[in-house]
């Protein structure tokens, strides 16, 4: 199957089996596809959780206007984008950089340059910066599940706050952004499991600029 068959496949699945797990390796694959995910200049500003505490999912579930899915799913991933970008975050992705390909007098110099740019920002712009990177992961997350057959729901529908308080999010400066459930469809009792797949006409989306 192509890329666009999964993806006409796959749809933000309502119900779930709850006797039904995603397997480990599974899992991992989904996850890694989330760490190839681009992110401006691979900073990769945010950090995911992947819950399956069935406590602190009925307490988020209560954060999330009482949607099942939060619960349901095999698994529940919230991505938290870096609340702020500090010296102390952004320092690590450059020591892993230097790591990886080596130390250098243009990297140190790079590192310098973008220390000083965050640092004249507040930090509500370094966040919004931050979260919105986490959401390309979550593209990458979601078609990769639909790729091995994993049902996934994209959800911005929850508390933000509450989130954070439940999962301690302040402490390790970092704020919810969505959640991503990962399972697989109860078909028998998901309303939207039959219907057609409506998108905008492309003729409509799409301004070619010439």
């Given at each position: 199957?192509?890329?666009?068959?999964?993806?006409?496949?796959?749809?933000?699945?309502?119900?779930?089996?709850?006797?039904?797990?995603?397997?480990?390796?599974?899992?991992?694959?989904?996850?890694?596809?989330?760490?190839?995910?681009?992110?401006?200049?691979?900073?990769?500003?945010?950090?995911?959780?992947?819950?399956?505490?069935?406590?602190?999912?009925?307490?988020?579930?209560?954060?999330?206007?009482?949607?099942?899915?939060?619960?349901?799913?095999?698994?529940?991933?919230?991505?938290?984008a870096?609340?702020?970008?500090?010296?102390?975050?952004?320092?690590?992705?450059?020591?892993?950089?230097?790591?990886?390909?080596?130390?250098?007098?243009?990297?140190?110099?790079?590192?310098?340059?973008?220390?000083?740019?965050?640092?004249?920002?507040?930090?509500?712009?370094?966040?919004?910066?931050?979260?919105q990177?986490?959401?390309?992961?979550?593209?990458?997350?979601?078609?990769?599940?639909?790729?091995?057959?994993?049902?996934?729901?994209?959800?911005?529908?929850?508390?933000?706050?509450?989130?954070?308080?439940?999962?301690?999010?302040?402490?390790l400066?970092?704020?919810?952004?969505?959640i991503?459930?990962?399972?697989?469809?109860?078909?028998?009792?998901?309303?939207?499991?039959?219907?057609?797949?409506v998108?905008?006409?492309?003729?409509?989306?799409?301004?070619?600029?010439?």
């Amino acid at each position: 199957m192509t890329l666009l068959s999964h993806l006409n496949w796959r749809y933000a699945t309502k119900k779930y089996d709850p006797a039904k797990k995603v397997p480990q390796p599974v899992l991992d694959d989904i996850l890694e596809a989330v760490s190839l995910a681009p992110s401006s200049n691979g900073y990769q500003p945010y950090d995911v959780l992947v819950v399956t505490n069935p406590a602190i999912r009925e307490k988020l579930r209560a954060a999330a206007f009482n949607q099942p899915q939060v619960t349901d799913a095999s698994h529940l991933v919230v991505f938290a984008a870096w609340d702020s970008i500090t010296e102390d975050n952004l320092g690590k992705v450059f020591d892993r950089m230097a790591e990886v390909r080596g130390s250098s007098e243009s990297l140190a110099e790079r590192r310098k340059s973008a220390l000083a740019g965050f640092a004249g920002k507040t930090a509500e712009q370094n966040f919004q910066f931050a979260a919105q990177q986490a959401f390309i992961g979550l593209g990458f997350g979601l078609a990769a599940a639909a790729e091995l057959k994993v049902d996934a729901t994209p959800m911005g529908g929850f508390d933000a706050k509450a989130f954070d308080d439940i999962l301690g999010l302040k402490e390790l400066g970092l704020r919810s952004v969505v959640i991503m459930t990962l399972g697989y469809r109860d078909a028998s009792g998901d309303w939207l499991v039959g219907l057609k797949k409506v998108r905008r006409p492309k003729a409509d989306m799409f301004i070619e600029v010439k």
